[in-house]
């Protein structure tokens, strides 16, 4: 990864649903190291553009992570990008830890240390062995975010991350995002429809866009 390259360029980005208004039109935005949020109220098309910008929906426009064009290495860049939608089922009959082998699978930059120690923080250890259709909607948020946030990848997007948190695994959630803020070597973007103020933010992203 070319440390001068920005994590994701937007350019002339249009999106929007069959026969609705365009969420963004003409978008241009780059998006750097650090932890930007994704701020809207609900209805404002913040998981639309997080799936956007994970290459699971398709828009008009270029997007690139880390000098990888989406449109002409499709694979490639979602390789850069770590994104789980959080209503997905595809998971359901693995057990938390097979879940987690799988979303890392191919992650040269994976840490185990990093995983571990956020699996702590998120108190997941008695979570791991059981299959993902039994785990609450919080807990399942545990484990992507747990791997997520190890997978090393470029670009890590984050909806709602809180939905269903306890306070300890909020916390360790928030200090895991401004170790990450502090580090300057990965993008992590965070739809919410709350302001953040417990992490250093590298940029906040107001939705609807003016």
């Known amino acids: 990864m070319n440390p001068s390259l920005p994590l994701l360029q937007i350019d002339a980005l249009r999106f929007a649903y069959p026969d609705q208004p365009a969420l963004v039109s003409n978008w241009h935005a780059t998006i750097g190291p650090g932890v930007t949020l994704l ?36 694979e490639a860049y ?30 040269t930059g994976f840490s185990e240390a990093k995983w571990q120690a956020i ?18 909607t919080g807990s399942k948020r545990k484990v992507w975010m747990a791997a997520g946030l190890a997978s090393g990848r470029a670009l890590v997007l984050l ?38 103020d417990t992490v250093p933010l590298a940029a906040t992203i107001e939705l609807p866009l003016g």
């Open 39 to 74: 701020y809207g109220d609900t209805g404002t098309g913040k998981s639309a553009l997080l799936q956007v910008m994970a290459g699971a929906l398709p828009a008009a426009g270029r997007l690139a992570v880390a000098g990888v064009s989406l449109d002409a290495a499709p």
């Open 78 to 107: 979602r390789r850069h990008v770590f994104f789980v939608d959080p209503v997905t089922d595809r998971f359901d009959q693995l057990t938390a830890r097979e879940c987690t082998a799988s979303l890392a699978e191919g992650d």
């Open 119 to 136: 699996a702590d923080g998120f108190a997941l250890a008695p979570h791991l062995d059981k299959k993902m259709f039994m785990l609450s």
């Open 159 to 196: 909806d709602e991350p809180t939905a269903g948190l306890d306070m300890p695994s909020t916390r360790c959630l928030w200090s895991t995002l401004s170790a990450f803020a502090a580090q300057q070597e990965q993008a992590i973007v965070v739809a919410s429809a709350a302001r953040i």
